[in-house]
């Protein structure tokens, strides 16, 4: 659909706050209807979320998952498997680092699954989001300061979670929503072997 009668036009900016990973800016733009008004919005390098199918044949599918304490909301949340991009590293390669990283888990198998704007409204934000199988446990790495537990869920659980509140997480509710739909058959994934697994 066309949208050039809603873009909205930058006239000038300033950035408010420069923190060692997000930026605040405060930009003033014209509208579609030639009237002037400000935005402001926090600059984030991009991120990637994995889905981990954990297919070992022990019973149902189960997903590895994460418990990690998140301070702005002052809540211990229930997540999948994320982290931040690096400067001009590649989704994939992110996606590998941050499992092995978080988790211990490597994936012989990935695919990318799309893409999701958390905060439109105030962010510059993409999570791109990664299934991941065939996954060999290992060695965690975590992040100095970085305290999470991982564990194992079947995809009733996560469900339950999603449907009773338990799970708040944006970027995990689209994961539960991309894995209903590719365990229904609806959506389909390109699974691929990268070189490096």
Known sequence: MPDGKLLER????????????????????????????????????????????LDDGAGPLR??????????????????????????????ACAQRELREETGYTAAQWARAGVLHPLVA????FIEIWFARGLTAGARQLDAGEFLDVFAATLDELQGWCRDGTVTDAKTLIGALWLQNVQSGAWALDWQRPPSA
């Open 10 to 53: 930058r006239l000038d900016g300033q950035t408010l706050v420069q923190g060692n990973f997000l930026k605040v800016c405060r930009d003033q733009v014209e509208l579609p209807d030639g009237a002037v008004t400000t935005r402001e919005y926090v600059v984030h390098p991009g991120a990637v979320m994995i889905v981990p199918l």
């Open 63 to 92: 997903l590895v998952m994460e418990r990690q304490f998140r301070y702005p909301v002052g809540q211990t949340i229930i997540e999948f498997p994320a982290g931040k991009l690096d400067p001009g590293e590649a989704g994939l």
């Open 122 to 125: 105030y962010s510059t934000e």
